[in-house]
């Protein structure tokens, strides 16, 4: 009886118009997520993990930057602590996304939030805000996340198992790095909306910079406890709603 409800639940949600325009939102920026992915499950496979092992990182951790940064230290033998901060410290930022999105699915059964949680990612955030800036529950909000997800979510795992089934086959020289690169500064600059969020990805890439000698990439650490450092300072002495005002 539950898993015939939730089917009809399912089916309700794709019928709703929001789920049409959250997978039509979606699908403009799903090429540079597709590069992203492709990079990440290359990169996955050039870094020693098995074929086994890189599918299930792919769909368990779905969090690309958390798996490009966990990459180098799997390789280099980093001790387990090392790859777990690390992950985490990257992944800081979803429990702003979560936060935020309380205020509107807090009412869902914990189930369902759960899901959310998972299929949550970056773009996926930026996009729902901009439809919905008003925080507060509507039946429309969920329609609309799940067809961002249709869109986001095959976008991301379908070339990243294409890069991981093909990985001996793609030569280094094609300069898939480099795309990744380019990649992740389309996503990011999506993200930097104002101000503040401009001056904390500055002060993250001088820490990076200027902690690059650190052993087992723990400039990357470094750079997201300034960024998050100098993001709370400027919200503390120069909030954005002073400067508008």
């Not at 290359?42 to 798996?67: H, P």
């Not at 936060?99 to 930026?126: C, E, K, S, T």
Request: aromatic fraction near 12%; charged fraction near 15%.
């Amino acid at each position: 009886m539950a898993a015939s409800r939730f089917l009809d639940e399912v089916r309700a949600q794709r019928r709703h118009p929001e789920f049409r325009r959250g997978a039509r939102d979606m699908a403009g920026i799903t090429l540079g997520i597709s590069a992203w992915g492709l990079v990440t499950g290359v990169a996955m496979i050039k870094s020693g993990l098995s074929v086994g092992l890189a599918l299930l990182m792919t769909l368990i951790v779905f969090a690309g930057s958390s798996q490009l940064a966990s990459l180098p230290l799997i390789a280099s033998g980093a001790p387990m602590w090392v790859l777990w901060a690390t992950a985490f410290c990257v992944n800081l930022r979803f429990v702003i996304f979560s936060a935020q999105w309380h205020l509107y699915f807090g009412n869902l059964p914990r189930v369902r939030r759960l899901m959310i949680g998972y299929f949550a990612a970056d773009l996926n955030y930026v996009a729902f805000l901009n439809r919905f800036p008003q925080a507060r529950p509507d039946p429309r909000q969920e329609p609309y996340f799940w067809g961002g997800v249709a869109a986001n979510w095959p976008a991301w795992q379908i070339p990243s198992v294409i890069g991981i089934l093909l990985a001996d086959r793609i030569p280094t020289e094609w300069g898939l790095g480099f795309a990744g690169v380019l990649a992740l500064l389309g996503l990011s600059y999506s993200l930097l909306k104002d101000r503040n969020s401009w001056v904390a990805a500055g002060v993250a890439g001088c820490a990076a910079v200027a902690a690059y000698a650190l052993p087992l990439r723990l400039n990357i650490v470094v750079a997201i406890a300034a960024a998050v450092a100098a993001g709370l300072l400027l919200e503390k002495w120069l909030p954005e709603k002073e400067v508008a005002a």
